[in-house]
């Protein structure tokens, strides 16, 4: 346990703490005591980044199960370092966010706070862990924590069905990635990441490296909310905006990511994982910025947005593998679009989190998110309008902004793939860069959208709940310094560059970067008149163009009709999968004893039926067999017409007193077996029974006294026949099977000597065996005890003691 | 000899149980199976006396003794039944 430890454990602690907080200083808004925590741990991050600059790594461990070779080992390298910068950094903001935005006297704060502060553990934990199964269980955590925030507001309906649907949505991919994990650890024997890296050659060749590298992924692109994964994150906005900007913009949906850049070095040399990572990557951002557009809720068009933006990084890392298959790091333009991944995370993480965090104030003074009713307030909101230029025009990739840089790189990374000549690339690799640039002018019609659908335009005070006027400086505070550090990271964009941006990208191809060197990282504004900037200027006059006649073709969405979206087959298949469910236990749990009994039955002989016939088991071995008398030929008779008369019988007390007399005809067959204690019994035992049916018999409701034959069922007939041919036939292989003498002989000659009885039966029952008596014993004191409550204990249903009768 | 005389009789012991199970069987009615039911009890007195001397043993003298008292009681029992439709009347219950 060291202070790294320390570090990622303090959001727990810090958790059991708030609810103290929270009662105990009611007049404090509980947010200022939190606030505190992600402040110190991101100057304690902060710390790390001269050690990661040179690309060195920390490394603390302690044993969890040694045993299984699970132990925490926290891991901080420079996409590690990356990750935990932005989310304590930007978990601080939103917590200070939150102080403003959250009520304290409406609010349940401590619930809030108790599992943000959860949700920032987790996070923490996933991307600083280098053992997968801790990576797994922190992984689990962010979903719950993630679960819990979205239904913040649990007494809403949408709210409870968006976490729900994300629940069930990342906990599939969540357990897929176990699985995935699993086999990982099969392959390499190890649960650590690094170490997988190192025979990553080997894991290659390995059978199950492709199953492995699906389930990865499957955890990966759910929790990234890649296509068709995408569908829980438009929901999950029915969290408070705070969660939005954190968990569904800048950290939690980047957990897939972080987890495809981490495992890059393991998978990324194979042609599937460049076509997986990239194909649904490239589409996903084409998928997500198509239906932003048509999104009416401010919410939702960033929801899309988020979805789309993460597409861009997922392919930017998939098409980033082709630098693998050039060994050259010097003049290995293939790292351009590894490095544009990096950068792009940062800049999507910055510009997004200050959005959110506009339309929460846009929300919080105006009452409506809706952008049907809102527009001009930029007379009102001035600041907030600011903000949101800034963090949408660097959404939509406009110098002189941090996006414009990212998105420039992003276009150098598609077009390179133009001239490589592997996978396949020079047929379809043209897909790329086209999807990428059509998803890029419906980014920049949707950037615009949330601008200008705001704050110009008619003001329209009847569709208002209240009257718009700027928001509290404390909720301006957070958005302000991201979309500042938009504007500075678009203008020094090397202050990153070998800071964060190197070490991080260099985590992810790792097998480039030789020890003492260094990616060549260089970002600037103007590279001459590129292609990029051709297909910039080409977004930019397409985009404005299509915003402008937006309101004539905006008709065109309405063609494809709700039907077909992949909502509705969730719900549908969700329905289904219910519905189907249900009527399946309806068809066979029928509440019928008759068919449960049949189906016991009828595995019974398909199961023994089987193993015998494939087993080929049935013997039948003559050679032990006893001489057959007359009198068991006599008893036999007598029995089988005793048997035969209970079922064919009228009444039941026939039945009843032929029963009685197949028990004591088989007491006569322990006479004649030689049987004395046993014949007694049956004898005793046979009376009593009886003698209870008769019972029974009596206290039959008057109405059901049908006296009439049993019906003969043709299905109840063969089964039964089954059955008993099944038992007959068992015996006669049972008994022609013996392979070994009987121990009897033990109790023959010991019975006298060492347990001083005669009567072997006894003795064997109360010494030699006397536990299984103990318990029989036990079993009728269980039995005597039951009837005599069942008889005495009448309780009505509000469990008072009904009157007696 | 006396094996052969033992065996004989169990025969006709046997036939006899077998026309009393045809009269259990039969019926028709329910007081005709239960005086089957208790002359049947009586024959396997019988056969069982008869079965421990053929097999040489004294270890089935108790099983004699219990079926002529539980023979008794359950003739009894299925008489009372009948008459008064129930064996353990239960008002002292009260």
Redo the contacts between chains.
């Keep these: 346990m060291s202070l790294l430890h320390l570090a990622i454990f303090s959001p727990f602690l810090m958790a059991m703490l708030v609810p103290f907080f929270y009662k105990g200083l009611r007049s404090i808004h509980t947010g200022w005591f939190v606030l505190v925590l992600p402040i110190l741990l991101f100057t304690y991050f902060l710390g790390f980044l001269p050690i990661t600059r040179n690309n060195q790594a920390v490394e603390k461990s302690f044993d969890w199960i040694p045993s299984l070779g699970i132990s925490f080992t926290a891991y901080v390298d420079g996409l590690g370092l990356l990750f935990a910068l932005l989310i304590t950094g930007i978990g601080a903001l939103v917590v200070l966010y939150s102080i403003f935005y959250l009520s304290k006297e409406k609010e349940s704060l401590h619930n809030f706070y108790v599992y943000l502060l959860l949700f920032m553990g987790a996070m923490l934990g996933v991307v600083l862990s280098d053992n997968l199964i801790t990576l797994y269980m922190f992984w689990e955590l962010t979903s719950i924590s993630s679960f819990l925030l979205i239904a913040y507001w649990y007494d809403r309906e949408r709210s409870r069905y968006g976490a729900l649907k994300s629940m069930l949505l990342t906990v599939f991919g969540g357990l897929s990635m176990l699985g995935g994990i699993l086999l990982l650890s099969l392959m390499g024997d190890t649960f650590s990441v690094r170490e997988l890296i190192s025979q990553a050659g080997e894991l290659n060749e390995h059978p199950l490296f492709l199953f492995a590298m699906i389930l990865v992924l499957l955890g990966a692109f759910t929790k990234s909310a890649q296509f068709p994964f995408y569908i829980w994150l438009p929901d999950a906005m029915e969290a408070p905006t705070p969660v939005s900007a954190y968990l569904h913009s800048a950290t939690m949906v980047k957990a897939g990511i972080y987890l495809v850049a981490r495992l890059s070095p393991i998978f990324a040399f194979s042609g599937y994982w460049f076509w997986i990572v990239g194909a649904v990557g490239i589409f996903t951002l084409f998928w997500g910025s198509l239906n932003a557009v048509k999104q009416t809720d401010l919410k939702g068009i960033l929801a899309f947005s988020t979805v789309s933006q993460l597409g861009l990084i997922m392919s930017l890392l998939g098409v980033g593998a082709a630098a693998l298959h050039f060994d050259a790091l010097d003049d290995n333009i293939y790292t351009a679009a590894t490095i544009a991944a990096v950068f792009h995370l940062i800049n999507h993480a910055t510009f997004k989190g200050s959005l959110f965090m506009v339309v929460g104030v846009v929300d919080h003074e105006t009452g409506t998110r809706d952008i049907r009713k809102l527009g001009g307030l930029l007379g009102f909101m001035p600041v907030t309008f600011t903000i949101a230029v800034i963090g949408a025009f660097s959404m939509a990739g406009l110098p002189p902004f941090n996006g414009f840089l990212s998105k420039e790189m992003f276009f150098t990374g598609m077009i390179q793939l133009l001239e490589l000549n592997i996978f396949n690339l020079q047929t379809w690799g043209l897909l790329f860069p086209i999807l990428a640039w059509v998803g890029s002018v419906f980014t920049f019609i949707y950037s615009m959208m949330i601008v200008f659908k705001t704050f110009s335009g008619k003001y329209q005070p009847e569709k208002l709940d209240k009257k718009p006027h700027e928001a509290p400086v404390g909720m301006l505070i957070s958005p302000m310094i991201l979309a500042a550090l938009v504007v500075v990271f678009g203008l020094f964009p090397n202050l990153l560059s070998y800071s964060l941006i190197q070490p991080a990208a260099a985590a992810i191809i790792p097998s480039l970067v030789g020890p003492g060197e260094k990616l060549s990282v260089h970002i600037s504004h103007w590279h001459g008149f590129s292609t990029e900037l051709l297909m910039t200027i080409g977004v930019v006059a397409l985009g404005a163009l299509m915003y402008v006649t937006l309101s004539k073709w905006i008709k065109l969405y309405t063609v494809f009709p709700g039907k077909v979206s992949l909502n509705n087959l969730y719900d549908t298949s969700l329905y289904a999968a219910e519905r189907g469910a249900y009527s399946m236990t309806k068809s066979y749990m029928n509440g019928f004893i008759r068919t449960y009994l049949v189906y016991i039955f009828v595995f019974f002989i398909g199961i023994l039926g089987f193993t015998m016939w494939t087993e080929n088991a049935f013997t039948f071995n003559q050679n032990n067999l006893a001489p057959i008398g ?2 068991e030929i ?1 008893l036999v ?2 029995i089988t ?2 048997i035969i ?1 209970i079922l064919m019988a009228k ?1 039941r ?2 039945s009843i ?2 029963l ?2 197949v028990g ?1 005809t088989v ?2 067959f322990f ?2 077996f ?1 049987a ?1 204690d046993l ?2 019994t049956q ?2 035992i046979e ?1 009593v029974s ?2 209870l049916f ?2 029974c018999f ?1 206290h039959l409701p008057q109405l059901s006294r049908h006296e009439e034959r049993m019906g003969f069922k043709l299905g109840n007939v063969l089964v039964s026949l089954g059955v008993g041919a099944m038992v007959t036939l068992m015996a006669i292989s049972a008994h022609s099977n013996k392979m070994f003498d009987s121990i009897s002989s033990y109790y023959v000659a010991n019975t006298y000597e060492k347990a001083a009885g005669k009567n072997m039966v006894n003795v064997i029952l109360v010494d030699f065996r006397g536990f299984d008596t103990l318990f029989e014993i036990s079993v009728l004191a269980i039995a005597g005890l039951g009837i005599f409550g069942m008889i005495k204990l009448r309780l009505s249903k509000k469990g008072e003691e009904a009157d007696e009768n | 000899m006396l094996e052969t005389v033992m065996q004989l009789s169990l025969v006709l012991v046997t036939i006899a149980m077998i026309g009393f199970v045809y009269r259990l069987i039969k019926g028709p009615s329910i007081p005709d199976r239960i005086v089957a039911l208790d002359a049947i009890g009586i024959t396997l007195v019988a056969m069982i006396a008869i079965l421990s001397m053929l097999l040489r043993t004294n270890a089935f003298l108790d099983v004699i003794l219990l079926l002529g008292i539980l023979s008794f009681i359950g003739t009894t029992a299925f008489s009372k039944f009948l008459e008064k439709g129930e064996i353990i009347e239960n008002d002292r219950n009260r």
Excluded: W
Aim: glycine letters at 6%.
């Design positions: 007359v009198y006599v008779v007598i017409a005793g008369t009444s007390l026939t007193i032929a009685g007399a004591y007491s006569l006479v004649i030689r004395p014949a007694l004898l005793v009376t009886v003698a008769l019972l009596f």
